[in-house]
């Protein structure tokens, strides 16, 4: 089942190109402050009980690694990625992201010494296509280099990824429409759930909703 646009009247149709799109550090700071604001408990609860508790993932590699596990919160793992620019997200502090295609290093981020990757990054490279699979490689505070909880990143299909940003266009960041959206939205239609939350104008709140089961 598809979603049907949301028709919010009070919203605005103009989004910026920044909004949309992968945002630079300085769009991405405004866009988080004027999406802070803490959704319904209600939607809340109704977002964990779609996405179900988010199992983590074991740091491959090294003996030295142990217990360590990462829990990834945006693209959320076992759905396709329902936006071409999705935020980058995992729960606590992280040494290394990385995303790779093939034998290919198409981008990496790591930490310094004193300062741990932190909170959501903004899609770093060129749009994803249709269908297109990539994988993000993420390594957590206290892993040696070379370790790490690896994903596959799928991106929808093409009728998906227009359909989202239809979606998109009409919610912008205004977290009333987001939650409105929730509100209605059916259990079967959890795959777009899924992938708006992912979208860098999605509500922050929002995308750190559903639990990490760090155990």
């Known amino acids: 089942m ?18 949309v799109g992968a945002l630079n550090p300085a769009a991405q700071a ?15 609860q109704k977002l964990r009980d779609f996405l179900g508790l988010n199992p983590p993932v074991a740091v491959g590699g090294s003996r030295s690694s ?32 990385r995303l790779e295609q093939g034998d290919q290093v198409l981008w990496q981020q790591r930490a310094s010494s004193t300062q741990a990757i932190e909170g959501a990054v903004a899609w770093p490279i060129r749009p994803l296509k249709p269908g297109e699979v990539i994988t993000l490689k993420v390594r957590p505070r206290g892993a040696p280099g070379g370790d790490f909880a ?20 009409a919610l912008g960041n205004d977290p009333k ?26 509500p922050a709140p929002l995308r750190k909703a559903p639990h990490c089961t760090m155990r």
């Open 66 to 97: 142990g217990d360590l596990r990462v829990c990834l919160l945006s693209p959320w793992p076992g759905q396709p990625v329902g936006v071409t620019t999705p935020v980058l997200l995992a729960e606590g502090p992280l040494n290394e992201l």
């Open 30 to 44: 405004q866009s988080n402050k004027a999406t802070l604001v803490q959704p319904p408990r209600s939607v809340i």
């Open 2 to 19: 598809k979603l049907t646009t949301l028709r919010v009247c009070s919203l605005a149709v103009a989004l910026s190109a920044g909004m």
């Open 150 to 169: 690896s994903y596959t990143l799928r991106a929808a299909d093409a009728a998906t990824l227009q359909a989202n940003q239809r979606q998109l266009d």
């Open 177 to 202: 429409a987001w939650n409105i959206l929730i509100e209605n939205t059916a259990p079967q239609q959890l795959p777009q759930i899924a992938g708006l939350l992912s979208s860098p104008q999605a």
